[in-house]
């Protein structure tokens, strides 16, 4: 069974930067798109970016310019990194495996002065 595990969640001040890590279990990770989701108490879970299994990027028009989505296949790796970071990306972030629909456990960023 894959697990996900999400790291780098944190305080940081408006303006500021965030990196986010999601390490899988298993030999699936290098097959599978993989997605950055995002959700704040009383609304939809949403998605911040993904990555397909042959790299290719997308972003939510929010993330857009701001956030940078990479994986490293060969560490079973994937990574959000965010910059730019504004109070309204405030949100328990989640990593998502298409292959499966795994998620993992989610990481609290907070964006507050």
């Known amino acids: 069974q894959v697990h996900l595990v999400e790291s780098g969640g944190g305080l940081v001040q408006p303006g500021g930067s965030l990196g986010l890590s999601c390490a899988a279990s298993?030999?699936?990770?290098?097959?599978?798109?993989m997605g950055w989701y995002r959700q704040v108490p009383g609304k939809q879970r949403e998605l911040v970016a993904s990555?397909?299994?042959?790299?290719?990027?997308t972003y939510a028009g929010s993330a857009r310019g701001r956030f940078t989505i990479s994986r490293d296949n060969a560490k079973n790796t994937m990574y959000l990194q965010m910059n730019s970071l504004k109070p309204e990306d405030t949100a328990v972030y989640y990593c998502?495996?298409?292959?499966?629909?795994?998620w993992g456990q989610g990481t609290q960023v907070t964006v507050s002065s």
């Open positions: 998502y495996m298409y292959r499966g629909g795994v």
């Open positions: 298993g030999n699936d990770f290098s097959r599978s798109g």
């Open positions: 990555i397909s299994s042959g790299y290719v990027t």
